[in-house]
């Protein structure tokens, strides 16, 4: 190796590398190096340009580099980067982009790049130059070129010259333009033809032979569409070498524009005149010795009380303090010498008073073409008297700012450091003084919603304060409490002043308030009756959805109809009458009744009460109301009396047992039903010798008496079941119920229904679930043992298997050796299942008691459990806060645990993505598990749940079938329940429910 040539080469790399430092730290250019989307290099002038230093550019993390690029160009640059840093060939090497200062600032950056090796790798090699001068200079050059490109075309007079008879002998373009008519057919035409007076051109061209030329002849010039351009005729005649006349020269200009700004020149005086005369300051324009030309004279005697004829020819001076004479005529000196002056000084009112003015002056060049000033003063006298008081004011602000009934403070912006604050803040936010306060409160930790906070101060940044923000802190002791805080910046001592009120009263109040309107409109929704209102002409302009139902009609059809539509003539004129009744006597009319027809033709009766609707200040505007569907009430008043035969029919039916009885406990009617139940006659019952009580065993007593109570107070009682005795001695159930006639002279009718037979049932069908229930403990404890003891002879089978596999695989043939991997893989297969079976079977028998469990926890403990499966299919899992409730902890574990992996291993082409949440939903925890795996079609929702089925064929994935099985037992456990919701392709989500409150004990 030659060691000579190494040493000059890494000599000439040092050599090479000082060069491009020293050129890059001395370039006017910024000068960077990116790799792996952060800045490797960057020079002073690229920190300069962008306001970092260069350090805040190297500290900036992977990617952060798009941070000082305008949002819109960060896609183009970002691609143009990872080219380059990739080495790709189709790569812009200059291209321009919008960049972002420290201070939020765009400028435009030139920015050319070339691919290098830096450390190994390939890295950008960027220079930037800040061109954005250039870019507005070139804005401004492109808008005055286009201005003066606009008035070059506007500047262009038609031309013309004419013969001696008038005739046209050449024109210019804008003649062609002006006329709509071709140089071939203008020339060799009677010039005057064109105009819309030709008797006036004829006049004019007539007079430029005789005097010699024509100034400024007013003409209109016709197109050939019939619309006339007014012109400006210039004429004058021109002659050949031998000063024989030859013709007329005709320039016109187009006076369209003039007119116009004539007309405008004219408002803009009568513009000028009326602000001038109704400005608040003073408006003078003076001439260079000073002396008034002009002045607003109403306003100049309402402030100094001086009229034209006391202002107009006199000088400034005439009227300015003595010790301001020397700043006055400072102002208007420099005014005339540099066209503009400044000053502050004191007018003599006319009165003798003084007041301070701030004038300001330009100057002009009036239509007599002498300098002019034009001066503007303004009454500052408020200002001044204002500093004198500046000391005063700020020992009153101190005074008020310590003893002020809300809260202010200052505060450092970077991190909330309380600078200063008076007594009512620290107070406030639960400090005795404010001492206390500034030594300790932080307001970065007492916001109750940080996101809140930071929106507070993104407002603050945008527009340097805020008014009446409202926010949720914390006291000293951790108390929440709302706040209303209105505050400023001031950017130069880096803080923020601003004052803050206990606003917590207010939201609770507002909340009551928004809770009555929204129970106001939630009522108005969901009440029966339908309320309505109408315009004085009977149009509907409101109603809610009740109306709207009972009517049949949309509410955009019913909206703006006149209910007069929906009613026969004699229905309308009831109702008019009505509503012209409430409307002279401004008094309600309750229970009106009409009939109205649905949109569907099906009349109905309807009863209202109107009242009259009034605005703001008291004028009758309409009418409103609620109207109540009687049909039902109607057709229940004529169904009475059949409703009082079909009952009659009810009690002489076969069906069941009704009798009367008064207050007394006498039976005084009974039908044949209930005498044939107790055995008695219809005589032996209304003779007053059998009393419903004797038929009752002594040991329902207090249940008969809690039913008579009952009747008593809601006029009916709850069904009951007890026993009756016959006439001959025997015993038999019966359901009776009953309730109180009001208004009878008999108490009341009961129902009473021999239930024997269902008695009888109810006995057998708990017997059966008794013998249910025993089965059920038993096949538990069969699956139990049975799994149990098939283990060991499964391990004998699988090891000796295994054995023969390891022995004799490959010495036989083919098949044997297939033969044995079915074996080993089916007593595994078989191991498999009976583990879940057992897992399946311990479910309840766990000695793990129900406690109070975090969730969280829970979920943490899961995800440990599944680390591997998690990073070997590179799934993510998301989860949101989780509460604590009561459980079987090891379940829950493995609830979570079967859920997870089987939204991993059910995934599609993505890697899984898995949201785990919770709400609380009427004294339920809803838990949801969310994958974006394969789907379940809906037929197989039901069926996911049964132990051992499988939607897939174990080929295609692992497991035994029991993993969901095993979840919705774990939550029958727990009193909750399991189901899903899904679609193929489109993963699936998992839901599970658990009481808030177990019975633990169950």
């Given at each position: 190796?030659?060691?000579?040539?190494?040493?000059?080469?890494?000599?000439?790399?040092?050599?090479?590398?000082?060069?491009?430092?020293?050129?890059?730290?001395?370039?006017?250019?910024?000068?960077?190096?990116?790799?792996?989307?952060?800045?490797?290099?960057?020079?002073?002038?690229?920190?300069?340009?962008?306001?970092?230093?260069?350090?805040?550019?190297?500290?900036?993390?992977?990617?952060?580099?798009?941070?000082?690029?305008?949002?819109?160009?960060?896609?183009?640059?970002?691609?143009?980067?990872?080219?380059?840093?990739?080495?790709?060939?189709?790569?812009?090497?200059?291209?321009?982009?919008?960049?972002?200062?420290?201070?939020?600032?765009?400028?435009?950056?030139?920015?050319?790049?070339?691919?290098?090796?830096?450390?190994?790798?390939?890295?950008?090699?960027?220079?930037?130059?800040?061109?954005?001068?250039?870019?507005?200079?070139?804005?401004?050059?492109?808008?005055?070129?286009?201005?003066?490109?606009?008035?070059?075309?506007?500047?262009?007079?038609?031309?013309?010259?004419?013969?001696?008879?008038?005739?046209?002998?050449?024109?210019?373009?804008?003649?062609?333009?002006?006329?709509?008519?071709?140089?071939?057919?203008?020339?060799?035409?009677?010039?005057?033809?064109?105009?819309?007076?030709?008797?006036?051109?004829?006049?004019?061209?007539?007079?430029?032979?005789?005097?010699?030329?024509?100034?400024?002849?007013?003409?209109?010039?016709?197109?050939?569409?019939?619309?006339?351009?007014?012109?400006?005729?210039?004429?004058?005649?021109?002659?050949?070498?031998?000063?024989?006349?030859?013709?007329?020269?005709?320039?016109?200009?187009?006076?369209?524009?003039?007119?116009?700004?004539?007309?405008?020149?004219?408002?803009?005086?009568?513009?000028?005149?009326?602000?001038?005369?109704?400005?608040?300051?003073?408006?003078?324009?003076?001439?260079?010795?000073?002396?008034?030309?002009?002045?607003?004279?109403?306003?100049?005697?309402?402030?100094?009380?001086?009229?034209?004829?006391?202002?107009?020819?006199?000088?400034?001076?005439?009227?300015?303090?003595?010790?301001?004479?020397?700043?006055?005529?400072?102002?208007?000196?420099?005014?005339?010498?540099?066209?503009?002056?400044?000053?502050?000084?004191?007018?003599?009112?006319?009165?003798?008073?003084?007041?301070?003015?701030?004038?300001?002056?330009?100057?002009?060049?009036?239509?007599?073409?002498?300098?002019?000033?034009?001066?503007?003063?303004?009454?500052?006298?408020?200002?001044?008297?204002?500093?004198?008081?500046?000391?005063?004011?700020?020992?009153?602000?101190?005074?008020?700012?310590?003893?002020?009934?809300?809260?202010?403070?200052?505060?450092?912006?970077?991190?909330?450091?309380?600078?200063?604050?008076?007594?009512?803040?620290?107070?406030?936010?639960?400090?005795?003084?404010?001492?206390?306060?500034?030594?300790?409160?932080?307001?970065?930790?007492?916001?109750?919603?940080?996101?809140?906070?930071?929106?507070?101060?993104?407002?603050?940044?945008?527009?340097?304060?805020?008014?009446?923000?409202?926010?949720?802190?914390?006291?000293?002791?951790?108390?929440?409490?709302?706040?209303?805080?209105?505050?400023?910046?001031?950017?130069?001592?880096?803080?923020?002043?601003?004052?803050?009120?206990?606003?917590?009263?207010?939201?609770?109040?507002?909340?009551?308030?928004?809770?009555?309107?929204?129970?106001?409109?939630?009522?108005?929704?969901?009440?029966?009756?339908?309320?309505?209102?109408?315009?004085?002409?009977?149009?509907?302009?409101?109603?809610?959805?009740?109306?709207?139902?009972?009517?049949?009609?949309?509410?955009?059809?019913?909206?703006?109809?006149?209910?007069?539509?929906?009613?026969?003539?004699?229905?309308?004129?009831?109702?008019?009458?009505?509503?012209?009744?409430?409307?002279?006597?401004?008094?309600?009319?309750?229970?009106?009744?009409?009939?109205?027809?649905?949109?569907?033709?099906?009349?109905?009766?309807?009863?209202?009460?109107?009242?009259?609707?009034?605005?703001?200040?008291?004028?009758?505007?309409?009418?409103?109301?609620?109207v109540r569907d009687i049909t039902d009430r109607k057709k229940a008043e004529k169904a009475l009396k059949e409703s009082e035969a079909r009952f009659k029919g009810i009690f002489e039916s076969k069906m069941i047992g009704t009798f009367f009885w008064d207050a007394n406990g006498d039976i005084t009617n009974a039908n044949d039903v209930y005498l044939e139940m107790v055995g008695y006659s219809k005589d032996e019952v209304l003779s007053g010798t059998v009393r419903w009580k004797d038929l009752t065993p002594p040991e329902y007593t207090d249940l008969d008496n809690k039913a008579l109570e009952e009747i008593t107070t809601k006029g009916v009682m709850t069904p009951i079941e007890k026993e009756y005795i016959r006439k001959n001695g025997s015993r038999f159930p019966i359901l009776i119920g009953g309730?109180?006639?009001?208004?009878?002279?008999?108490?009341?009718?009961?129902?009473?229904?021999?239930?024997?037979?269902?008695?009888?049932?109810?006995?057998?069908?708990?017997?059966?679930?008794?013998?249910?229930?025993?089965?059920?403990?038993?096949?538990?404890?069969?699956?139990?043992?049975?799994?149990?003891?098939?283990?060991?002879?499964?391990?004998?089978?699988?090891?000796?298997?295994?054995?023969?596999?390891?022995?004799?695989?490959?010495?036989?043939?083919?098949?044997?050796?297939?033969?044995?991997?079915?074996?080993?893989?089916?007593?595994?297969?078989?191991?498999?299942?009976?583990?879940?079976?057992?897992?399946?079977?311990?479910?309840?028998?766990?000695?793990?008691?129900?406690?109070?469990?975090?969730?969280?926890?829970?979920?943490?403990?899961?995800?440990?459990?599944?680390?591997?499966?998690?990073?070997?299919?590179?799934?993510?899992?998301?989860?949101?806060?989780?509460?604590?409730?009561?459980?079987?902890?090891?379940?829950?574990?493995?609830?979570?645990?079967?859920?997870?992996?089987?939204?991993?291993?059910?995934h599609g082409e993505s890697p899984p993505l898995i949201h785990v949440s919770v709400k609380l939903q009427k004294k339920q925890w809803i838990f949801s598990v969310r994958d974006n795996g394969i789907g379940i079609d809906s037929k197989d929702y039901k069926r996911i749940f049964i132990i051992f089925q499988r939607l897939r064929t174990k080929y295609e994935y692992e497991g035994t079938g029991i993993g969901l099985s095993i979840c919705k037992k774990i939550l029958e456990h727990h009193k909750g329940k399991i189901w899903v919701e899904s679609e193929v392709g489109k993963g699936s989500t998992f839901y599970f429910s658990i009481p808030k409150e177990i019975d633990i004990k169950s």
């Amino acid at each position: 190796m030659n060691f000579n040539k190494v040493k000059t080469n890494e000599q000439k790399l040092k050599e090479s590398e000082e060069k491009f430092r020293t050129i890059s730290e001395q370039s006017l250019m910024g000068i960077a190096i990116l790799q792996d989307d952060r800045y490797k290099y960057v020079n002073q002038a690229a920190a300069d340009m962008l306001g970092y230093t260069v350090e805040e550019l190297l500290d900036t993390p992977q990617g952060g580099f798009m941070n000082y690029i305008h949002p819109e160009d960060r896609e183009f640059v970002r691609e143009q980067a990872t080219k380059k840093q990739m080495g790709m060939k189709d790569v812009i090497t200059k291209y321009q982009y919008r960049g972002l200062t420290k201070l939020g600032e765009t400028i435009w950056v030139q920015n050319y790049s070339c691919t290098i090796t830096y450390e190994g790798k390939h890295a950008d090699l960027i220079t930037m130059i800040d061109f954005t001068e250039k870019v507005k200079a070139k804005a401004e050059i492109h808008k005055l070129s286009v201005y003066n490109r606009n008035l070059i075309e506007v500047s262009l007079d038609p031309l013309a010259t004419i013969d001696q008879d008038g005739k046209i002998m050449d024109v210019n373009f804008a003649t062609e333009t002006i006329t709509g008519q071709s140089r071939e057919e203008l020339i060799g035409t009677e010039f005057s033809s064109y105009f819309t007076e030709p008797e006036k051109a004829t006049e004019g061209y007539k007079r430029v032979f005789e005097t010699g030329s024509v100034r400024d002849y007013e003409l209109g010039l016709q197109h050939v569409d019939g619309h006339v351009t007014p012109v400006l005729y210039n004429a004058s005649i021109f002659k050949d070498e031998n000063g024989k006349v030859m013709g007329v020269f005709v320039a016109a200009r187009d006076i369209t524009n003039r007119k116009k700004i004539e007309e405008e020149l004219r408002e803009s005086e009568e513009k000028y005149r009326l602000i001038s005369e109704n400005a608040n300051d003073l408006i003078a324009i003076l001439n260079s010795k000073f002396e008034h030309e002009y002045i607003n004279e109403e306003t100049y005697q309402r402030i100094l009380g001086y009229s034209n004829e006391d202002m107009l020819g006199k000088t400034r001076h005439d009227i300015v303090h003595p010790a301001d004479t020397k700043q006055a005529f400072k102002v208007l000196k420099d005014g005339f010498k540099r066209g503009e002056g400044t000053g502050e000084l004191r007018l003599r009112h006319k009165n003798g008073n003084y007041i301070w003015v701030e004038t300001k002056g330009r100057t002009f060049k009036g239509s007599d073409g002498l300098l002019k000033a034009l001066t503007v003063s303004r009454d500052i006298t408020e200002r001044k008297l204002s500093e004198q008081r500046l000391k005063e004011s700020e020992e009153k602000f101190r005074y008020f700012f310590n003893n002020a009934q809300i809260g202010l403070f200052w505060s450092r912006i970077s991190d909330g450091k309380f600078l200063e604050c008076n007594n009512t803040f620290a107070k406030l936010v639960g400090y005795d003084t404010r001492e206390e306060c500034l030594a300790d409160y932080i307001a970065l930790e007492h916001y109750v919603d940080l996101n809140t906070r930071n929106k507070m101060l993104e407002e603050i940044r945008i527009n340097n304060e805020i008014k009446d923000f409202e926010i949720q802190v914390t006291k000293r002791d951790g108390t929440p409490f709302w706040a209303s805080i209105s505050a400023r910046t001031d950017l130069k001592e880096n803080r923020l002043e601003g004052a803050a009120i206990d606003i917590t009263a207010r939201k609770k109040a507002e909340q009551k308030l928004k809770e009555s309107e929204e129970k106001y409109r939630s009522i108005l929704k969901r009440i029966k009756e339908s309320y309505f209102e109408v315009d004085l002409r009977g149009n509907y302009t409101f109603f809610n959805n009740s109306l709207v139902e009972v009517l049949g009609y949309s509410k955009d059809e019913l909206l703006g109809l006149n209910f007069g539509r929906l009613m026969d003539k004699e229905n309308k004129r009831k109702v008019f009458k009505v509503f012209n009744e409430v409307y002279n006597s401004s008094k309600e009319k309750e229970n009106f009744q009409f009939e109205v027809m649905k949109k569907n033709g099906e009349i109905i009766a309807a009863e209202t009460s109107i009242y009259l609707k009034y605005d703001q200040d008291g004028n009758k505007i309409g009418f409103g109301g609620i109207v109540r569907d009687i049909t039902d009430r109607k057709k229940a008043e004529k169904a009475l009396k059949e409703s009082e035969a079909r009952f009659k029919g009810i009690f002489e039916s076969k069906m069941i047992g009704t009798f009367f009885w008064d207050a007394n406990g006498d039976i005084t009617n009974a039908n044949d039903v209930y005498l044939e139940m107790v055995g008695y006659s219809k005589d032996e019952v209304l003779s007053g010798t059998v009393r419903w009580k004797d038929l009752t065993p002594p040991e329902y007593t207090d249940l008969d008496n809690k039913a008579l109570e009952e009747i008593t107070t809601k006029g009916v009682m709850t069904p009951i079941e007890k026993e009756y005795i016959r006439k001959n001695g025997s015993r038999f159930p019966i359901l009776i119920g009953g309730s109180a006639l009001p208004g009878s002279t008999l108490g009341g009718v009961s129902f009473a229904l021999d239930i024997t037979e269902r008695k009888k049932g109810e006995q057998i069908i708990k017997n059966l679930l008794e013998k249910l229930r025993r089965i059920n403990i038993e096949l538990e404890q069969f699956a139990y043992v049975a799994s149990h003891d098939l283990k060991e002879p499964l391990r004998m089978i699988l090891s000796f298997a295994r054995l023969l596999a390891r022995h004799y695989k490959g010495k036989v043939d083919e098949d044997a050796d297939d033969f044995i991997d079915f074996i080993v893989a089916g007593a595994m297969r078989m191991q498999k299942l009976i583990n879940a079976l057992l897992s399946y079977s311990q479910i309840g028998r766990s000695d793990k008691q129900f406690r109070l469990i975090d969730v969280d926890i829970v979920l943490k403990e899961v995800i440990a459990n599944l680390r591997h499966l998690i990073e070997e299919s590179n799934t993510i899992i998301t989860i949101d806060p989780l509460p604590k409730l009561v459980a079987n902890e090891v379940e829950f574990i493995q609830l979570f645990q079967n859920l997870i992996s089987n939204a991993i291993k059910f995934h599609g082409e993505s890697p899984p993505l898995i949201h785990v949440s919770v709400k609380l939903q009427k004294k339920q925890w809803i838990f949801s598990v969310r994958d974006n795996g394969i789907g379940i079609d809906s037929k197989d929702y039901k069926r996911i749940f049964i132990i051992f089925q499988r939607l897939r064929t174990k080929y295609e994935y692992e497991g035994t079938g029991i993993g969901l099985s095993i979840c919705k037992k774990i939550l029958e456990h727990h009193k909750g329940k399991i189901w899903v919701e899904s679609e193929v392709g489109k993963g699936s989500t998992f839901y599970f429910s658990i009481p808030k409150e177990i019975d633990i004990k169950s």
